[in-house]
């Protein structure tokens, strides 16, 4: 159904740019010529039959493109972006690093007070050593 009228809306599309091109503008650059005489090909005419399909083409435009984003939204499901976490954890292979929900000590939990903070190195100094040469 979708492949459908996206088909649809390319014609449009197509059409419209045609029909764009065709109509006269201001100085008469693409137009049709406007040649003598009354009726359906005249000047005023052609106008009216050129902005009439450009109308048409525009609401079918609009159409095609409600139908394909209400297309879209059909397979779409609500979801949660926070896990919810029913079931116990997966195990995990030796020697990995557990899971982010099971490492203590991040940046969120650490602003909210509830990890740990990290460690003074075990030299007892914050700035950086220097090796002293002997």
Known sequence: MQTVVIVIHLMIVLAMIGV??????????????????????SSRGTANVLTRTTAFLALGFFVTSLLLSILAGFDRKPRSIIQQNTGPAPASAPGAPPPLDQQGGGLLDSLRGGGQPAAPPADGGGAPQVPRSQ
């Not at 503008?25 to 359906?40: D, I, K, T, Y």
Request: net charge neutral; proline share 0%.
């Open 20 to 41: 764009v091109l065709l109509q006269k503008s201001e100085g008469g650059g693409l137009g049709m010529g406007g040649g003598g005489g009354g009726g359906f090909l």
